[in-house]
């Protein structure tokens, strides 16, 4: 399968959207979304709980906010480097520990 990019702007309900799809036979190269606390808490679901769910499915960190934009906009592909502030989940290398610092 050839799923490059999942976009996803569901204001706070990322883990049930997530857990929808089945990501171990349909897999993305890469997910994006806005990491807003505040909002998964005002949709049932803690921070850490998205975090850890995706860490676990494979998926791995790449922050592209605005204010690390420049060191990794040579690393994102196409128009990705125009949805700040994301998240952009990859196949790269990070702990559970890295993953705990970000919630």
Same mark, same amino acid.
């Given at each position: ?14 883990? !049930? ?82 993953? !705990?610092?970000?919630?």
């Amino acid at each position: 399968h050839n799923l490059h990019f999942l976009k996803m702007d569901v204001e706070g309900f990322e883990l !049930r959207a997530l857990k929808g799809l089945d990501l171990v036979q349909f897999p993305f190269q890469y997910i994006t979304f806005e990491f807003f606390p505040t909002l998964l808490k005002a949709g049932g679901t803690e921070p850490i709980e998205l975090l850890m769910y995706l860490w676990r499915q494979g998926y791995r960190y790449l922050d592209i906010s605005s204010s690390s934009a420049a060191k990794n906009k040579a690393e994102i592909e196409g128009d990705t480097a125009n949805l700040y502030p994301k998240i952009i989940m990859e196949g790269s290398d990070s702990s559970e520990k890295d993953v !705990r610092t970000w919630a």
